[in-house]
């Protein structure tokens, strides 16, 4: 895709919430190519798994907080 169309939204955070739905048991690893980025996109899935994780049926694990 070109630049400014979503790579970043729809790759490494919609994606891994979709297939976290599909697989719970499994882990998710997103490797953007700098750390900030990396915190971003990580934060950002937390706090989704926080809001829709009840209604999609994920929840992070007890005590869970790190961005990265």
């Given amino acids: 895709m070109p630049p ?3 790579k970043s939204r729809r ?5 891994p919430l ?20 990396a915190d971003d996109h990580g ?9 829709y994780g009840p209604q999609i049926g994920i929840a992070l694990r007890p005590g ?3 961005a990265n």
């Fill in 4 to 6: 400014r169309h979503g």
């Fill in 11 to 15: 790759a490494a955070r919609w994606a």
């Fill in 18 to 37: 979709w297939y976290l739905r599909r697989r719970p048991e499994h882990r998710v690893m997103i490797t953007p190519y700098s750390t900030g980025l």
């Fill in 43 to 51: 934060r950002w899935i937390g706090d989704a798994i926080v809001s």
């Fill in 64 to 66: 869970s907080s790190a």
